[in-house]
C-alpha cells in the first residue's frame, strides 16, 4: 500500500529529520520525501511525503 501526505516541511534538511525519525518507529517502510511540489489548485507550494508498506 502507498499512502501520500501533503505537508508544509520548509526545506530539505527537515525532510530527512522527519524521515529519520519515522524510519526509527517503522523501519519496514519505505518513505520518499519530495520538496515544494506544486499541487494544482493550492496557493503556494508544498511537500510531497510518500510510505509506502506491505500494510
Partial sequence: MI???ITNTPNQ???NQMI???KISFSDLKIDFDIETPI???PC???ILR???AN
Fill in 13 to 15: 534538511m527537515s525532510g
Fill in 3 to 5: 499512502e501520500v501526505f
Fill in 51 to 53: 510510505v509506502e508498506g
Fill in 45 to 47: 507550494d508544498h511537500s
Fill in 20 to 22: 529519520k525519525c519515522l
Fill in 40 to 42: 494544482a489548485n493550492y
